[in-house]
């Protein structure tokens, strides 16, 4: 999260900018277009968390603190908490948390659809990020086209109702059918060989 000690010395149109830069800064990481791994070892509280929000996959240790913890300080998460919060976890779940700072460990987060993956932490500290990399290795050999039009027709689909997100999909369907990595992956299948994929 943020550095309070050093927003306590900004003026209020300092705190606007930061805040303003910040969420400019996640939105750009919600937009990369490649499967992201937010993976949570230690603490991460307000905009920390609202980092891990912007990621697809959030893996974490159990003994992990996570919260949107702004109430607290008499302002709200400003860096899109409110939104990706409640559509990750539920609205009414969501407001519980914000309205009351609560601070969650691993397992809870687990238990209410915060993060997908709970681990026990290891002695190195790093449990969490080893479950991401474990995780990213099983992404790596899948189709780059398709991966990138995968995550755009979820992303776009869960925004509009059900019909127009089918159409989205459909969209983005289309452009996975002319490219090569769609023959290798064909031709792949029918020699019984790992495909490779070059994006093309």
């Known amino acids: 999260g943020a550095d309070l000690k050093e927003r306590a010395k900004m003026h209020s149109s300092e705190v606007s900018s930061f805040v303003s ?12 277009p490649v499967p992201t791994i937010a993976a949570i070892d230690g603490t991460a509280l307000g905009g920390g968390l609202e980092l891990a929000l912007a990621c697809d996959i959030r ?3 159990s003994s992990a603190k996570m919260g949107l913890v702004e109430t607290k300080l008499a302002i709200i998460p400003g860096a899109g908490g409110t ?35 709970v681990v026990e932490q290891n002695e190195a500290g790093d449990a969490a990020y080893r ?7 099983e992404f790596l ?7 990138r039009v995968a995550k755009l027709a979820i992303n776009q689909g869960m ?3 059900l019909v127009t997100g089918l159409a989205i999909e459909e969209a983005c369907y289309a452009q996975t059918i002319p490219t ?16 490779r994929y070059k994006g093309e």
């Open 131 to 137: 479950r991401a990399l474990a995780l990213a290795r």
């Open 141 to 147: 050999p899948q189709g780059p086209v398709a991966m």
């Open 83 to 117: 939104q990706r919060l409640p559509r990750t976890i539920g609205v009414s779940l969501a407001k519980e948390l914000i309205f009351s700072a609560r601070i969650v460990d691993g397992e809870e987060a687990k238990s209410i659809g915060l993060i997908s993956h």
């Open 159 to 161: 925004e509009v109702d």
């Open 21 to 32: 830069r910040a969420r400019a800064t996640i939105n750009e990481l919600a937009n990369l």
């Open 59 to 61: 893996v974490a240790a």
């Open 180 to 195: 090569k990595d769609r023959i290798e992956g064909l031709l792949a299948f029918k020699e019984k060989r790992p495909p």
